[in-house]
């Protein structure tokens, strides 16, 4: 026997060949892709140990056995290969069936040439390095035609199955570019043909194909069994620390052998190396990986500890913009945004971003591919799965009772470097803490609302109380004064009969003026006091006039006192049924919105004028309109809505026109508003059923 590298090489790749066919065989799903790639590297087995035994043994006419049982591996390998390229695509067109079937008949056509004829191997060539089969070349060329042909066809259908193709997921569109990759790789194997044409005999050209078929096979076994595919990087450190640690465990014990005759301590050797190789890898490997996942492994732990700091956040705007900066601070990405589902406009919109200057859509419609992809794998998408427009590397959602209620895109690595499965994993921890922490924020927002309204009830109750308590407490010396004021004017016209005529006169109007000024003051605390007064809701039949009256009473001094011009057109005697406090408790927050409104028209006069008939025989019409600053357009349907409001934070809940439209409602009515747009005012309607038929009017 002879032993040299060549062999023990060409041992160990068709050994580790055929066990990563194994691996695939028993660990992915037995299907038709499965059992043409085990067929597949069953081939390269053949050729592989044919030939390793081939030069091994002395014996010239074993050696030409042993080398036309390779070749029939060989002959085997690109129709194999064709196969496994149109089971693994799916392609199942009659042509290419038919195709394939040919390809099995020139393959036994070889076979019959090699086993009953030398019309195919005729000899062997001596080389410097060991014998290596001769070939006839017109047999050998059609060979090569049927070799080349079957291997371009499967290229050119890898190729055309993503090029350009995006009726396909992404993630199989990855898978085919790797299978792609790793059959062009497979092609250079090629190059062990030439020795059999006595080609570089000068140069000692030593046939290595194996390293290629090596490469080939681990690449497709990936992409095969894997979901994601690692980081290159780390692809090819593995593979390279599994050949290098392997090479040595099945090398050492054929050189010892070959060195020393002594074959048994050989076999023993190798076996303490077999049991030992895997740690031997994994320590390796471990540590490769640490050097190169160093800075990834740095960011994973930050990212890990953000994901526990944001669940102590409890406002929303912090939040998000404590999420985007330190994500992308860390990871050093171009950039990183977060969106929210908005239920108003019903779209993604980008509520933070990081950084502020970086071009990216600010909404993203829920029926997007990008949207749509989340929603159904419910896991980080990485930069081969999202589409080529949002320049991404990696997008993340968040979920809410299986609700997408938002993502975090990311921008590319500055340092080119791909996101891996591994960053999927720490991302997709944070986003689940921050679908938590989002859903925190809201409901404390939802709870500081809720004491906010709580406690505006409280102090508008303990107002009304207050009012009413004062508004009786002043009403009393009033009262006494008027009645002081009566009396005297009695005594000055009855008794003081001495006093000029001109000063009892002129006495006399300056005390009805006083009585006439505190009538006016009792009036307007008596609509306070009335107004104030606790209301079961209790519906009565009033009039529109004395609604009107006392609240003018309340507001027509607010009016003055802003330098408001206030203008009314009241048309008189109108009758409906409703609860006289509530409507005017609605004139009252639509006054008091008007002049706030108002209040700061430094170029302008303050206008507000109050408008009421009715505008059919069975309706009331309200119209209260101001020139101030006007309501946005957006915010017209939602002014009534609980907690909206047109005013800065500090000045308004939101509460009034709630509360208003609440009223309305229950009198069954309706309100609306208009406006032009800012600085050109607005306008409030209210309509109001009114009695039906004056017949009824009078029966009441």
């Known amino acids: 026997m002879e032993f040299t590298i060549l062999n023990a090489f060409t041992f160990l790749s068709s050994l580790l060949i055929f066990l990563l066919g ?117 047999i050998h060329f059609i060979f090569l035609a049927y070799f080349n042909t079957y291997f371009t066809v499967s290229i050119l259908l890898l190729f055309f199955s993503f090029w350009k193709r995006k009726d396909i997921h992404p993630i199989e569109k990855m898978k085919r570019e790797y299978v792609f990759l790793s059959c062009l790789i497979g092609t250079l194997a090629a190059i062990d043909f030439l020795p059999n044409y ?50 040595f465990v099945l090398g050492l014990p054929f050189w010892f052998g070959y060195q020393t005759k002594l074959w048994s301590w050989a076999l023993l050797l190798m076996g303490i190396l077999t049991t030992i ?26 990212l890990r500890r953000l994901s526990t700091k944001i669940l102590e956040i409890k406002n929303l705007d912090k939040l998000l913009k404590r999420i985007t900066w330190q994500v992308h601070r860390v990871v050093k990405v171009e950039y990183t945004s977060l969106y929210l589902y908005d239920e108003k406009e019903k779209v993604y919109l980008k509520k933070n971003s990081y950084p502020v200057s970086y071009p990216i859509s600010h909404k993203i419609n829920p029926q997007s591919t990008l949207t749509k992809l ?95 308590s004062l508004a009786h407490e002043i009403q009393n010396p009033i009262s006494c004064v008027i009645a002081l004021i009566k009396g005297l004017q009695e005594t000055i016209t009855q008794e003081w009969q001495d006093i000029a005529q001109d000063k009892i006169t002129y006495l006399n109007q300056r005390l009805t003026k006083v009585g006439n000024n505190l009538l006016r003051i009792s009036k307007m605390i008596k609509a306070v006091r009335e107004f104030s007064r606790s209301t079961e809701g209790e519906f009565n039949l009033i009039k529109m006039d004395e609604v009107v009256e006392d609240f003018l009473s309340i507001v027509e001094p607010q009016f003055r006192y802003e330098r408001i011009i206030f203008e009314k057109d009241i ?30 028209n430094h170029h302008s006069t303050k206008r507000i004028s109050l408008r009421i008939h009715k505008n059919s025989p069975n309706t009331l019409l309200i119209q209260f309109k101001d020139n101030g600053y006007g309501i946005k357009e957006e915010l017209l349907d939602d002014i009534f809505l609980d907690f909206v409001t047109t005013k800065a934070s500090t000045e308004g809940t939101g509460m009034g026109l709630a509360r208003v439209r609440k009223i309305i409602l229950n009198h069954k009515g309706r309100i609306w508003a208009k406006s032009e747009g800012k600085n050109k005012g607005a306008t409030f309607f209210v309509e109001l059923p009114l009695i039906k038929g004056r017949k009824k009017q009078e029966e009441e």
């Open 22 to 138: 194994l691996f695939v065989f028993f660990k992915g799903e037995k299907s038709i892709v499965i059992r043409t790639f085990f067929r597949f590297t069953i081939t390269i087995f053949v050729w592989l140990i044919c030939y390793s035994l081939a030069y091994l043994f002395k014996d010239t006419s074993l050696k030409l056995l042993l080398f036309k049982g390779g070749y029939i591996g060989v002959i085997f390998i690109p129709v194999t290969w064709y196969h496994f390229t149109i089971s693994f695509l799916h392609k199942e067109n009659k042509k290419l069936i038919n195709f394939l079937l040919l390809g099995y008949a020139f393959a036994i056509f070889f076979i019959l040439l090699i086993l009953f004829s030398n019309l195919f191997v005729t000899g062997l060539f001596k080389y410097v390095w060991n014998y290596y089969p001769k070939v006839y070349p017109p």
């Open 198 to 247: 006595k080609i570089n005999y000068s140069l000692g050209f030593i046939p290595f194909g194996f390293i290629f078929m090596m490469i080939f096979c681990a690449i497709t076994t990936y992409s095969i069994l894997k979901y994601h595919l690692l980081d290159i990087r780390i692809a090819i450190t593995r593979t390279g620390i599994f050949l290098f640690v392997y090479l």
């Open 277 to 302: 190789g895997p740690s031997i890898y994994n320590l390796l490997r471990n540590q490769a990986e640490k050097i190169i996942l160093a800075e990834q492994k740095k960011y994973h732990a930050k």
């Open 374 to 468: 989340l929603f159904s794998l419910k896991r980080p998408l990485i930069e081969k799965e999202i589409d080529s427009q949002y320049s991404a590397g990696l997008v993340s959602p968040c979920f809410r009772d299986n609700s997408l209620i938002g993502f975090l895109i990311l921008g590319k690595k500055k340092t080119k470097n791909p996101f891996t499965p591994d960053d999927t994993l720490v991302f997709e921890l944070l986003s689940n803490q921050a679908s938590l922490a989002i859903e925190n924020c809201l409901f404390w927002k939802e709870e500081k609302l809720r004491l906010s309204r709580e406690e505006q009830i409280r102090r508008q109750k303990a107002m009304d109380h207050f009012s009413a």
């Open 571 to 600: 048309e008189q005697g109108i009758l409906l049924r409703g609860n006289k406090i509530h409507l005017e408790e609605v004139l009252i927050n639509l006054a008091t919105n008007a002049i706030h409104a108002v209040r700061h």
